[in-house]
T-cell receptor, first 115, second 109 residues
Framework: DTAVSQTPKYLVTQMGNDKSIKCEQNLGHDTMYWYKQDSKKFLKIMFSYNNKELIINETVPNRFSPKSPDKAHLNLHINSLELGDSAVYFC??????????????FGPGTRLTVL | DAKTTQPPSMDCAEGRAANLPCNHSTISGNEYVYWYRQIHSQGPQYIIHGLKNNETNEMASLIITEDRKSSTLILPHATLRDTAVYYCIVSNYGQNFVFGPGTRLSVLP
């Protein structure tokens, strides 16, 4: 059973489109995250949700909007896609918040390519 | 930007200990040191973390210097499956949780 799953694995789309990436965890964790790994391989946290409440919101354009319908899901919606949004997006979850020293479990990633 | 400095690459013979260094000279008192690794095309995998004391688990040991300005991750008996990029991260209560370029460890047969 996959602990943290993401769909789709690959996403190719045109500039200006709106797209969503879904994430689900079956670990019973309270906290979920979205990360972006750019072409230089830097992996940066974008958002963190704890019990469906936004905890961390790093400097990310307003075009990115996370949505957490329940504790097990954290979806990422991106409006008006730009070329610079091309990256691999990872979802993660943890039992405790990172700020409490929590170990994070990562999904397999979604490779987004904007043409 | 990442607050840590790691060598870009290292080699290790299979079966030997792999010692991966990390400098974090600007670490503050409430920041943890985390280690993760990323095997090609997969999501990062947690290895270990610590605050002040040395830590050991089934995967690795973490040695943190007394001044906390550097640390070393030790894989006691490296195998070919340990070939990966290893990331050292210092976390200020979840903010600026940035994985830098890491160290690409190649375990050689």
């Amino acid at each position: 059973d996959t602990a943290v799953s993401q769909t789709p694995k690959y996403l190719v789309t045109q500039m200006g489109n709106d797209k969503s990436i879904k994430c689900e965890q079956n670990l019973g964790h309270d906290t979920m995250y979205w990360y972006k790994q750019d072409s230089k391989k830097f992996l940066k946290i974008m958002f963190s949700y704890n019990n469906k409440e936004l905890i961390i919101n790093e400097t990310v354009p307003n075009r990115f909007s996370p949505k957490s319908p329940d504790k097990a899901h954290l979806n990422l919606h991106i409006n008006s896609l730009e070329l610079g949004d091309s990256a691999v997006y990872f979802c993660a979850s943890s039992l405790r918040q990172v700020l409490q020293g929590g170990e994070q479990f990562f999904g397999p990633g979604t490779r987004l390519t904007v043409l | 930007d990442a607050k840590t400095t790691q060598p870009p690459s290292m080699d290790c013979a299979e079966g030997r200990a792999a010692n991966l260094p990390c400098n974090h000279s600007t670490i503050s008192g409430n920041e943890y040191v985390y280690w993760y690794r990323q095997i090609h095309s997969q999501g990062p995998q947690y290895i270990i973390h610590g605050l002040k004391n040395n830590e050991t688990n089934e995967m690795a040991s973490l040695i943190i210097t007394e001044d906390r300005k550097s640390s070393t991750l030790i894989l006691p008996h490296a195998t070919l499956r340990d070939t990966a990029v290893y990331y050292c991260i210092v976390s200020n209560y979840g903010q600026n949780f940035v994985f830098g370029p890491g160290t690409r460890l190649s375990v050689l047969p």
